[in-house]
C-alpha cells in the first residue's frame, strides 16, 4: 500500500523535515508562536501562495537551528521561518 496524501496525517509543516511533501490542508496560526498576530501571519502566508490544496516542498534548511526553511510551493520556492510554518497545515 503506497502512503498518499490523503492517508497521511496532518502536520505543522514547520515540522516537516528536508525533502518532505505534501498537500497545504488549512492554515491555523493560533499556535504558530509568532510575533504577528493570527490574522496578519494567516493573511501573509497567503499573499506568499500558502493556500489549501497547494503543493509544497521543503527544499532545505538553515544552519544554524534549521532554520528557516525554503518550500517550494507549486512553483515558486520561498524561505520561512519554521516558528511561522507552524501554522501550515499539510498531509
Same mark, same amino acid.
Given at each position: 500500500?503506497?502512503?498518499?496524501?490523503?492517508?497521511?496525517?496532518?502536520? *505543522?509543516?514547520?515540522?516537516?523535515?528536508?525533502?518532505?511533501?505534501?498537500? &497545504?490542508?488549512?492554515?491555523?496560526?493560533? /499556535?504558530?508562536?509568532?510575533?504577528?498576530?493570527? &490574522? @496578519?501571519?494567516?493573511?501573509?502566508? &497567503?499573499?506568499?501562495?500558502?493556500? @489549501?490544496?497547494?503543493?509544497? @516542498?521543503?527544499?532545505?534548511?538553515?544552519?544554524?537551528?534549521?532554520? *528557516? #526553511?525554503?518550500?517550494?510551493? /507549486?512553483?515558486?520556492? #520561498?524561505?520561512?521561518?519554521?516558528? @511561522?510554518?507552524?501554522? #501550515?497545515?499539510?498531509?
Amino acid at each position: 500500500m503506497t502512503d498518499t496524501n490523503d492517508t497521511r496525517s496532518q502536520m *505543522p509543516l514547520g515540522l516537516a523535515q528536508r525533502g518532505y511533501t505534501g498537500v &497545504i490542508q488549512h492554515l491555523s496560526a493560533r /499556535d504558530a508562536g509568532s510575533a504577528l498576530s493570527d &490574522i @496578519e501571519l494567516e493573511s501573509r502566508l &497567503i499573499e506568499l501562495g500558502f493556500v @489549501e490544496g497547494a503543493r509544497v @516542498e521543503v527544499l532545505h534548511e538553515g544552519l544554524v537551528g534549521r532554520d *528557516p #526553511i525554503a518550500v517550494r510551493v /507549486d512553483n515558486i520556492t #520561498i524561505a520561512v521561518r519554521r516558528r @511561522e510554518a507552524m501554522a #501550515i497545515i499539510v498531509a
